[in-house]
């Protein structure tokens, strides 16, 4: 019914040239993957390179931010008509790196939320708890609260175009992957929220889990009723290790 959405965060990895290689290698290794949306998320200088490299894949791009007004004074941000000239579909925003280190609040999160859909680019969502906040047994308050406060200004009639990420901060990057349940249990929590929200639509979101994503573990994550795909930072740098999550469903026993 929901069609998964597998999706590689680079973060501040790989220059054009590192780019070409893997989109060489990724490729011929992505050949005859069916039935999976698959995204990559390069930096800014590789979109336009990536794109051309994997022309005829089916591979979308992403960009890994983006800045809500179109045009002005605003010295080393991109704007949504510059990423959708180059061919570029989703956007992520409010990934808890950029919440975390450059001071995101869900005031900012939201304007690009909604710069992003009226621009007819889709956005995905980053929402996850701390570390500190799920030992305090206030991960669902603070889930919760990122919704409310990032999506306060989404389009409704665009709600089933949205992607949500739900990435515990203390597994990204770590190691550390949430184990199926855990994530499954955060996962249906927000699908209930998102039901409150927009009734029935809730059911067409995906939701990925991010997170320490690694070839062994996406089977059993992807294989919950409510992950719907992953977005994955550190496994996706790595053409063969990317294509591996990308066919978990080779390994899901059914
Ligand atoms: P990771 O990153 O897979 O390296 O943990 C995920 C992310 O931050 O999107």
């Not at 054009?16 to 930096?43: C, H, Q, S």
């Not at 790196?97 to 995101?104: N, V, Y």
């Not at 500190?132 to 919760?144: K, L, P, S």
């Not at 989404?154 to 901060?169: H, K, N, Q």
């Amino acid at each position: 019914m929901r069609r998964p959405i597998i999706a590689a965060n680079w973060k501040m990895h790989k220059t054009p040239a590192e780019t070409l290689a893997f989109a060489k290698e990724f490729a011929e290794l992505i050949r005859g993957a069916e039935g999976v949306d698959i995204v990559i998320a390069p930096p800014y200088p590789a979109l336009s390179e990536l794109g051309r490299a994997l022309a005829g894949t089916g591979v979308m791009l992403a960009a890994q931010n983006v800045h809500p007004e179109p045009a002005g004074a605003f010295t080393g941000e991109v704007s949504i008509g510059m990423l959708a000239d180059i061919g570029c579909q989703y956007v992520i925003v409010g990934h808890s790196e950029r919440r975390g280190l450059f001071g995101e609040t869900d005031e900012f999160i939201t304007a690009k939320l909604r710069a992003v859909q009226d621009g007819g680019l889709r956005p995905i969502l980053c929402v996850g708890e701390s570390l500190g906040e799920r030992e305090a047994g206030r991960t669902f308050e603070v889930i919760a609260a990122q919704l409310e406060g990032s999506l306060a200004r989404s389009d409704t009639a665009r709600a089933e175009e949205l992607v949500i990420a739900y990435e515990p901060v203390w597994a990204i990057g770590t190691g550390k992957t949430a184990t199926p349940e855990l994530a499954q249990e955060v996962h249906a929590f927000i699908r209930g929220r998102l039901a409150e929200r927009w009734g029935g639509a809730a059911v067409q979101i995906r939701i990925q889990y991010g997170g320490s994503v690694k070839p062994e573990s996406a089977p059993a994550l992807m294989a919950q009723t409510d992950i719907d795909g992953g977005l994955v930072g550190g496994a996706s740098l790595d053409p063969a290790s990317f294509c591996a999550i990308i066919r978990y469903e080779d390994r899901v026993e059914k």
